[in-house]
């Protein structure tokens, strides 16, 4: 099993649709955990942290579930400009600094 | 403020050579880490550097090496080339009090072996 797996892609949703995506982890030690989005041929950017109370950011929701050792980003009203790899990160156990990644689920806004 | 740059941009290399990738970080960070991304998956960590040492290091041969500099720039080093190493290689900077969640990444060299 993967150390963190997301849904397969490419998602293909119509402008303004709601979407989301599924993350699992399988060290339910890990601690912090993040959603990046990457656009073609260039570098990972922070989208959100996601907390235990869950957080909100603007459009954006992020989820967490410890006890399902699950994680979630819901993308509403969705734009052109939110196509995008989405990348989901958690900690390693025994380390603060390495990042184990998802492979990311592609995303595309059809007009 | 300038962010993490890389340099080259993109790199052509043959089986068997050595390749030299460098960073410098964004402006007062103090760490730095790197990525490999092949096609099609996500980054995977191939160590970090803080305080001119290697702090911690991913599942990677030792022709993997790197190296921090005062400045806090960092090289990566890859020996003996293969097909296989092609791929993107991340480099993300970050500020050792604050942690991960201040990574910022660099625009990353494409690197091809032939």
């Known amino acids: 099993r993967k150390e963190v797996e997301q849904d397969p892609g490419p998602f293909n949703v119509p402008e303004g649709a709601t979407v989301a995506f599924n993350c699992t982890y399988s060290n339910s030690a890990s601690q912090s955990f993040f959603w990046y989005r990457q656009d073609c041929r260039k570098e990972p950017k922070l989208l959100m942290s996601v907390y235990s109370s869950g957080n909100e950011d603007g459009r954006f929701t992020a989820q967490l579930n410890r006890a399902s050792q699950y994680i979630s980003l819901l993308i509403r009203d969705s734009k052109l400009s939110d196509s995008a790899t989405y990348l989901c990160?958690?900690?390693?156990?025994?380390?603060?600094?390495?990042?184990?990644w998802g492979a990311g689920t592609k995303l595309i806004i059809k007009p | 403020d300038a962010g993490v740059t890389q340099s080259p941009t993109h790199l052509i290399k043959t089986r068997g050579q050595q390749v030299t990738l460098r960073c410098s970080p964004k402006?007062?960070?103090?760490?730095v880490s790197w990525y490999q991304q092949a096609l099609g998956q996500g980054p995977q960590f191939i160590f970090q550097y803080y305080e001119e040492e290697e702090r911690q290091r991913g599942n990677f041969p030792d022709r993997f090496s790197g190296h921090q500099f005062p400045n806090y720039s960092s090289e990566l080093n890859v020996n003996a080339l293969l097909l296989g190493d092609s791929a993107l290689y991340l480099c993300a900077s970050s500020l050792a009090e604050t942690g991960e969640e201040t990574q910022y990444f660099g625009p990353g060299t494409r690197l091809l072996v032939l």
């Open positions: 990160v958690v900690n390693q156990m025994d380390s603060n600094y390495q990042l184990i």
């Open positions: 402006s007062g960070h103090d760490t």
